[in-house]
Protein backbone atom coordinates (compact mmCIF):
# COMPACT_ATOMS: atom_id res chain seq x y z
CA UNK A 1 0.00 0.00 0.00
CA UNK A 2 2.44 2.56 1.24
CA UNK A 3 5.48 1.89 -1.45
CA UNK A 4 2.45 2.55 -3.88
CA UNK A 5 1.04 5.48 -2.59
CA UNK A 6 4.99 6.56 -2.74
CA UNK A 7 5.55 5.74 -6.24
CA UNK A 8 2.34 7.72 -7.36
CA UNK A 9 3.59 10.39 -5.17
CA UNK A 10 7.19 10.04 -7.28
CA UNK A 11 5.26 9.91 -10.63
CA UNK A 12 3.53 13.06 -10.04
CA UNK A 13 6.59 14.98 -9.30
CA UNK A 14 8.29 13.81 -12.46
CA UNK A 15 5.09 14.23 -14.29
CA UNK A 16 5.33 17.77 -12.84
CA UNK A 17 8.66 18.62 -12.90
CA UNK A 18 8.70 17.52 -16.38
CA UNK A 19 5.97 19.59 -17.74
CA UNK A 20 7.79 22.73 -15.46
CA UNK A 21 10.56 22.51 -18.10
CA UNK A 22 8.45 22.05 -21.21
CA UNK A 23 7.38 25.52 -20.00
CA UNK A 24 10.93 26.77 -19.71
CA UNK A 25 11.73 25.12 -22.76
CA UNK A 26 8.68 26.63 -24.55
CA UNK A 27 10.18 30.20 -24.04
CA UNK A 28 13.64 30.37 -25.31
CA UNK A 29 13.36 33.87 -26.44
CA UNK A 30 14.98 34.42 -22.67
CA UNK A 31 18.27 32.55 -23.49
CA UNK A 32 19.31 34.22 -26.84
CA UNK A 33 21.73 36.50 -26.65
CA UNK A 34 19.44 40.07 -26.81
CA UNK A 35 21.44 42.87 -27.89
CA UNK A 36 22.32 45.08 -25.35
CA UNK A 37 19.98 48.36 -25.88
CA UNK A 38 21.74 51.65 -26.70
CA UNK A 39 22.28 53.30 -23.80
CA UNK A 40 20.12 56.80 -23.69
CA UNK A 41 21.85 59.43 -24.71
CA UNK A 42 22.31 61.68 -21.16
CA UNK A 43 20.85 65.02 -22.17
CA UNK A 44 23.06 67.80 -20.48
CA UNK A 45 21.23 71.48 -20.76
CA UNK A 46 24.04 73.80 -21.11
CA UNK A 47 21.56 76.98 -20.25
CA UNK A 48 20.43 75.33 -17.16
CA UNK A 49 23.59 73.98 -15.52
CA UNK A 50 25.42 77.53 -16.40
CA UNK A 51 22.58 79.49 -15.06
CA UNK A 52 22.39 77.68 -11.61
CA UNK A 53 25.88 77.21 -11.17
CA UNK A 54 28.79 80.19 -10.87
CA UNK A 55 27.84 82.76 -11.11
CA UNK A 56 28.28 82.96 -14.66
CA UNK A 57 25.17 85.12 -16.08
CA UNK A 58 27.98 87.23 -17.95
CA UNK A 59 29.31 84.09 -19.95
CA UNK A 60 26.16 82.83 -20.32
CA UNK A 61 24.72 85.72 -21.40
CA UNK A 62 27.35 86.23 -24.40
CA UNK A 63 26.33 82.38 -24.69
CA UNK A 64 22.58 83.33 -25.90
CA UNK A 65 23.11 86.75 -27.61
CA UNK A 66 25.43 85.34 -30.08
CA UNK A 67 24.07 82.17 -30.36
CA UNK A 68 27.53 80.32 -29.84
CA UNK A 69 24.99 78.25 -26.50
CA UNK A 70 23.57 76.32 -30.26
CA UNK A 71 27.34 75.52 -31.28
CA UNK A 72 27.73 74.22 -27.76
CA UNK A 73 24.46 72.17 -27.06
CA UNK A 74 25.08 70.73 -30.44
CA UNK A 75 27.98 69.23 -30.01
CA UNK A 76 27.26 68.09 -26.58
CA UNK A 77 24.18 66.50 -27.94
CA UNK A 78 24.87 64.99 -31.07
CA UNK A 79 29.28 64.40 -31.28
CA UNK A 80 30.63 61.18 -29.89
CA UNK A 81 33.56 63.61 -28.97
CA UNK A 82 31.37 65.44 -26.53
CA UNK A 83 32.49 68.91 -25.35
CA UNK A 84 34.58 70.75 -22.49
CA UNK A 85 34.36 74.22 -21.57
CA UNK A 86 36.11 76.35 -19.73
CA UNK A 87 33.95 79.10 -17.78
CA UNK A 88 34.90 82.46 -16.31
CA UNK A 89 32.85 84.04 -13.62
CA UNK A 90 31.47 86.96 -13.62
CA UNK A 91 33.96 88.49 -11.55
CA UNK A 92 36.78 87.52 -14.36
CA UNK A 93 34.97 89.62 -16.63
CA UNK A 94 34.27 92.26 -14.65
CA UNK A 95 37.84 92.91 -13.52
CA UNK A 96 38.82 92.38 -17.48
CA UNK A 97 40.42 96.27 -17.79
CA UNK A 98 41.88 96.05 -20.94
CA UNK A 99 41.94 94.91 -23.66
CA UNK A 100 38.57 95.23 -23.08
CA UNK A 101 35.77 93.29 -24.70
CA UNK A 102 33.38 95.98 -25.78
CA UNK A 103 35.34 96.69 -29.16
CA UNK A 104 34.42 93.54 -30.40
CA UNK A 105 33.00 92.84 -33.58
CA UNK A 106 29.84 90.05 -33.37
CA UNK A 107 32.42 87.27 -34.89
CA UNK A 108 35.22 88.40 -32.91
CA UNK A 109 32.61 87.66 -29.91
CA UNK A 110 31.76 84.51 -30.51
CA UNK A 111 34.87 83.61 -31.95
CA UNK A 112 36.31 84.70 -27.98
CA UNK A 113 33.54 82.25 -26.68
CA UNK A 114 34.54 79.27 -28.82
CA UNK A 115 37.88 79.65 -28.07
CA UNK A 116 36.82 78.37 -24.23
CA UNK A 117 35.80 75.34 -25.64
CA UNK A 118 37.28 72.54 -26.87
CA UNK A 119 35.44 69.55 -28.96
CA UNK A 120 36.02 66.84 -27.13
CA UNK A 121 35.16 66.05 -23.47
CA UNK A 122 38.28 65.86 -21.12
CA UNK A 123 38.03 64.87 -17.75
CA UNK A 124 40.20 66.01 -14.69
CA UNK A 125 42.82 62.93 -15.56
CA UNK A 126 43.47 63.72 -19.60
CA UNK A 127 44.82 66.99 -18.82
CA UNK A 128 48.18 65.72 -18.13
CA UNK A 129 47.92 63.81 -21.71
CA UNK A 130 46.84 67.27 -23.23
CA UNK A 131 49.84 69.40 -21.71
CA UNK A 132 52.10 67.07 -23.47
CA UNK A 133 50.28 67.67 -26.77
CA UNK A 134 49.92 71.36 -26.44
CA UNK A 135 49.23 74.02 -28.03
CA UNK A 136 45.80 72.38 -28.59
CA UNK A 137 42.74 73.84 -30.74
CA UNK A 138 39.89 74.93 -29.63
CA UNK A 139 36.52 75.08 -30.85
CA UNK A 140 37.38 78.68 -32.67
CA UNK A 141 39.34 76.92 -34.91
CA UNK A 142 43.62 76.66 -36.04
CA UNK A 143 44.73 80.09 -34.88
CA UNK A 144 42.96 79.64 -31.77
CA UNK A 145 44.93 77.68 -29.49
CA UNK A 146 45.48 76.90 -25.79
CA UNK A 147 48.23 75.20 -24.05
CA UNK A 148 47.94 73.16 -21.19
CA UNK A 149 50.47 73.12 -18.18
CA UNK A 150 49.85 70.21 -15.44
CA UNK A 151 51.44 71.64 -12.64
CA UNK A 152 51.09 68.99 -9.94
CA UNK A 153 47.53 68.33 -10.36
CA UNK A 154 46.64 71.72 -11.08
CA UNK A 155 45.47 72.68 -14.73
CA UNK A 156 47.20 76.09 -16.21
CA UNK A 157 45.86 77.24 -19.18
CA UNK A 158 47.88 80.09 -21.30
CA UNK A 159 47.31 82.03 -24.25
CA UNK A 160 49.67 84.28 -24.26
CA UNK A 161 47.17 86.98 -23.28
CA UNK A 162 46.36 85.17 -20.17
CA UNK A 163 47.75 82.48 -17.62
CA UNK A 164 45.14 80.95 -15.81
CA UNK A 165 44.44 77.47 -14.26
CA UNK A 166 41.19 75.39 -13.77
CA UNK A 167 39.79 76.27 -10.28
CA UNK A 168 36.92 73.94 -10.06
CA UNK A 169 34.96 71.28 -11.88
CA UNK A 170 31.34 71.89 -12.43
CA UNK A 171 30.75 69.30 -14.25
CA UNK A 172 32.85 65.93 -15.42
CA UNK A 173 30.54 63.67 -16.96
CA UNK A 174 30.93 61.99 -20.55
CA UNK A 175 30.17 63.69 -22.99
CA UNK A 176 29.73 66.91 -21.02
CA UNK A 177 32.89 68.93 -19.09
CA UNK A 178 32.40 72.75 -17.71
CA UNK A 179 35.49 73.38 -15.52
CA UNK A 180 35.62 76.99 -13.77
CA UNK A 181 38.60 79.53 -14.97
CA UNK A 182 39.62 82.65 -12.99
CA UNK A 183 40.23 84.55 -15.79
CA UNK A 184 38.58 85.31 -19.06
CA UNK A 185 40.88 83.48 -21.69
CA UNK A 186 42.32 86.47 -24.73
CA UNK A 187 43.48 84.84 -27.96
CA UNK A 188 46.08 86.18 -29.78
CA UNK A 189 44.31 85.99 -32.92
CA UNK A 190 42.13 88.68 -31.78
CA UNK A 191 44.24 90.91 -29.58
CA UNK A 192 47.33 90.61 -31.13
CA UNK A 193 50.86 89.46 -30.12
CA UNK A 194 52.03 92.53 -29.19
CA UNK A 195 51.11 91.45 -25.61
CA UNK A 196 52.11 94.52 -22.54
CA UNK A 197 55.03 92.59 -20.48
CA UNK A 198 54.05 90.89 -17.32
CA UNK A 199 51.48 93.14 -16.29
CA UNK A 200 52.79 95.18 -13.48
CA UNK A 201 49.32 95.35 -11.73
CA UNK A 202 49.00 91.55 -11.05
CA UNK A 203 45.48 90.98 -13.08
CA UNK A 204 42.89 90.17 -10.32
CA UNK A 205 44.16 88.72 -7.64
CA UNK A 206 41.35 89.94 -5.69
CA UNK A 207 39.38 86.53 -7.18
CA UNK A 208 40.08 84.34 -4.07
CA UNK A 209 40.19 80.66 -5.23
CA UNK A 210 37.87 79.65 -2.91
CA UNK A 211 37.64 76.64 -4.98
CA UNK A 212 36.46 73.36 -3.79
CA UNK A 213 39.83 72.27 -5.55
CA UNK A 214 39.28 70.14 -9.16
CA UNK A 215 37.48 67.00 -7.56
CA UNK A 216 37.66 64.25 -10.81
CA UNK A 217 34.65 62.86 -10.88
CA UNK A 218 34.63 60.43 -13.95
CA UNK A 219 31.71 59.04 -15.07
CA UNK A 220 31.54 55.11 -13.71
CA UNK A 221 31.52 53.99 -17.44
CA UNK A 222 27.97 51.37 -17.18
CA UNK A 223 28.58 48.37 -18.48
CA UNK A 224 26.00 46.70 -20.29
CA UNK A 225 27.02 43.20 -20.61
CA UNK A 226 27.10 42.77 -16.65
CA UNK A 227 23.76 42.44 -16.53
CA UNK A 228 22.93 40.18 -19.58
CA UNK A 229 25.36 37.85 -18.43
CA UNK A 230 24.01 38.00 -14.94
CA UNK A 231 20.73 36.92 -16.42
CA UNK A 232 21.96 33.79 -18.74
CA UNK A 233 24.02 32.81 -15.67
CA UNK A 234 20.87 32.64 -13.46
CA UNK A 235 18.94 30.91 -16.18
CA UNK A 236 21.55 28.31 -16.79
CA UNK A 237 21.15 27.45 -12.53
CA UNK A 238 17.63 27.10 -12.64
CA UNK A 239 17.23 24.83 -15.43
CA UNK A 240 20.00 22.50 -13.77
CA UNK A 241 17.85 23.07 -11.43
CA UNK A 242 15.06 21.09 -12.83
CA UNK A 243 17.49 18.62 -14.60
CA UNK A 244 18.36 17.72 -10.46
CA UNK A 245 14.95 17.82 -9.54
CA UNK A 246 14.26 14.96 -12.81
CA UNK A 247 16.59 13.19 -11.87
CA UNK A 248 16.22 12.84 -8.48
CA UNK A 249 12.56 11.90 -9.38
CA UNK A 250 13.85 9.14 -11.56
CA UNK A 251 16.14 7.65 -9.59
CA UNK A 252 13.48 7.46 -6.83
CA UNK A 253 11.86 5.64 -8.81
CA UNK A 254 14.36 3.16 -9.72
CA UNK A 255 14.85 2.73 -6.22
CA UNK A 256 11.49 2.07 -5.22
CA UNK A 257 11.61 -0.63 -8.17
CA UNK A 258 14.53 -2.08 -5.93
CA UNK A 259 12.61 -2.26 -3.04
C1 LIG B 1 17.20 74.31 -21.06
O1 LIG B 1 17.10 75.07 -19.88
C2 LIG B 1 16.62 76.38 -20.09
C3 LIG B 1 16.74 77.12 -18.78
O2 LIG B 1 16.24 76.36 -17.72
C4 LIG B 1 15.18 76.29 -20.61
O3 LIG B 1 14.70 77.61 -20.84
C5 LIG B 1 15.20 75.52 -21.91
O4 LIG B 1 13.88 75.33 -22.37
C6 LIG B 1 15.84 74.16 -21.72
N1 LIG B 1 15.98 73.53 -23.02
C7 LIG B 1 15.54 72.33 -23.28
C8 LIG B 1 15.76 71.82 -24.66
O5 LIG B 1 15.00 71.64 -22.42
C1 LIG C 1 19.69 68.92 -27.61
O1 LIG C 1 18.86 67.85 -27.14
C2 LIG C 1 17.66 68.28 -26.51
C3 LIG C 1 16.97 67.06 -25.95
O2 LIG C 1 16.95 66.01 -26.87
C4 LIG C 1 16.82 69.04 -27.50
O3 LIG C 1 15.65 69.49 -26.88
C5 LIG C 1 17.62 70.24 -28.00
O4 LIG C 1 16.88 70.95 -28.98
C6 LIG C 1 18.92 69.78 -28.59
N1 LIG C 1 19.69 70.97 -28.95
C7 LIG C 1 20.55 70.99 -29.97
C8 LIG C 1 21.22 72.27 -30.25
O5 LIG C 1 20.79 70.00 -30.66
C1 LIG D 1 37.58 100.89 -29.01
O1 LIG D 1 38.13 101.16 -30.29
C2 LIG D 1 38.48 102.54 -30.45
C3 LIG D 1 38.91 102.74 -31.88
O2 LIG D 1 39.48 101.57 -32.42
C4 LIG D 1 39.57 102.89 -29.46
O3 LIG D 1 39.92 104.25 -29.59
C5 LIG D 1 39.07 102.65 -28.06
O4 LIG D 1 40.10 102.87 -27.14
C6 LIG D 1 38.58 101.24 -27.93
N1 LIG D 1 37.96 101.05 -26.64
C7 LIG D 1 38.32 100.10 -25.82
C8 LIG D 1 37.58 100.06 -24.53
O5 LIG D 1 39.19 99.29 -26.09
C1 LIG E 1 47.64 59.40 -22.35
O1 LIG E 1 48.20 59.04 -23.60
C2 LIG E 1 48.65 57.70 -23.67
C3 LIG E 1 49.29 57.47 -25.01
O2 LIG E 1 49.12 58.53 -25.87
C4 LIG E 1 47.46 56.77 -23.46
O3 LIG E 1 47.87 55.44 -23.50
C5 LIG E 1 46.81 57.06 -22.12
O4 LIG E 1 45.66 56.27 -21.96
C6 LIG E 1 46.43 58.53 -22.03
N1 LIG E 1 45.92 58.80 -20.70
C7 LIG E 1 44.75 59.42 -20.50
C8 LIG E 1 44.38 59.64 -19.08
O5 LIG E 1 44.04 59.78 -21.42
C1 LIG F 1 52.28 77.07 -26.55
O1 LIG F 1 53.13 75.97 -26.68
C2 LIG F 1 53.92 76.01 -27.86
C3 LIG F 1 54.70 74.72 -27.94
O2 LIG F 1 55.21 74.35 -26.69
C4 LIG F 1 54.83 77.25 -27.84
O3 LIG F 1 55.58 77.32 -29.02
C5 LIG F 1 53.94 78.49 -27.72
O4 LIG F 1 54.73 79.63 -27.59
C6 LIG F 1 53.02 78.40 -26.53
N1 LIG F 1 52.10 79.51 -26.56
C7 LIG F 1 51.71 80.14 -25.47
C8 LIG F 1 50.75 81.23 -25.68
O5 LIG F 1 52.10 79.84 -24.36
C1 LIG G 1 20.08 45.49 -14.51
O1 LIG G 1 18.75 45.57 -14.95
C2 LIG G 1 17.87 46.18 -14.04
C3 LIG G 1 16.48 46.12 -14.60
O2 LIG G 1 16.33 45.01 -15.43
C4 LIG G 1 18.32 47.60 -13.80
O3 LIG G 1 17.49 48.23 -12.85
C5 LIG G 1 19.74 47.62 -13.31
O4 LIG G 1 20.19 48.95 -13.19
C6 LIG G 1 20.62 46.86 -14.27
N1 LIG G 1 21.98 46.79 -13.73
C7 LIG G 1 23.05 46.96 -14.49
C8 LIG G 1 24.35 46.81 -13.81
O5 LIG G 1 22.97 47.26 -15.69
Not at 91 to 117: G, I, R, V, Y
Not at 172 to 195: K, R, W
Request: glycine residues 6%; proline residues 9%; charged residues 10%.
Amino acid sequence: MAPKFVFIAITMVVLLSSSAFAQKTASPPSLAPTPAPAPAPDYVNLTELLSVAGPFHTFLDYLLSTKVIDTLQNQANNTEEGVTIFVPKDKAFSSLKSPSLKNLTNDQLKQLLLFHALPHYYSLAEFTNLSQSSPVNSMAGGQYSLNFTDNSGTVHISTGWTRTKVSSSVHSTDPVAIYQVDNVLLPEAIFGTDIPPTPAPAPAPDIAPVADGPTSEDAGAKSPTSNLSGKSASFRISSWGIWSQLALAVSGGFALMFL
